[in-house]
């Protein structure tokens, strides 16, 4: 079991920043994966970033160039820095991480955090 605990998000204006933590229960070396996601009302949820435990990182379109994923191993979190928000930003975002073992892969989520990105 992986408990993960969302922190950082809240209001912002447009064009601002915020960075997101994303603390785990284990070592971060132990998942395989770690990412974050976001859901919107009436949109299904996104993958925006993800860091595997080897340091390979992968952006969704929609936030490359404008978003990083980055971790303190020492404290066991993933951060996602997010700079140059928009109105359409605004969303609840999530921390996942995955664990493998052999062929059987172990999905774990936090609880969410509201970013809202208005003036």
């Known amino acids: 079991q992986v408990q993960l605990v969302e922190s950082g998000g809240g209001l912002v204006q447009p064009g601002g920043s915020l960075k997101l933590s994303c603390a785990a229960s284990?070592?971060?070396?132990?998942?395989?994966?770690m990412g974050w996601y976001r859901q919107a009302p009436g949109k299904e949820r996104e993958l925006l970033a993800s860091?595997?435990?080897?340091?390979?990182?992968n952006y969704a379109d929609s936030v490359k160039g404008r978003f990083t994923i980055s971790r303190a191993i020492a404290k066991n979190t993933v951060y996602l820095e997010m700079n140059s928000l928009k109105p359409a930003d605004t969303a609840v975002y999530y921390c996942?991480?995955?664990?493998?073992?052999?062929?059987?892969?172990?999905?774990?989520w936090g609880q969410g955090t509201q970013v809202t990105v208005s003036s």
């Open positions: 996942y991480a995955e664990t493998w073992r052999g062929p059987t892969r172990y999905g774990y």
């Open positions: 284990i070592n971060i070396f132990s998942i395989n994966v």
């Open positions: 860091v595997t435990n080897g340091g390979s990182t």
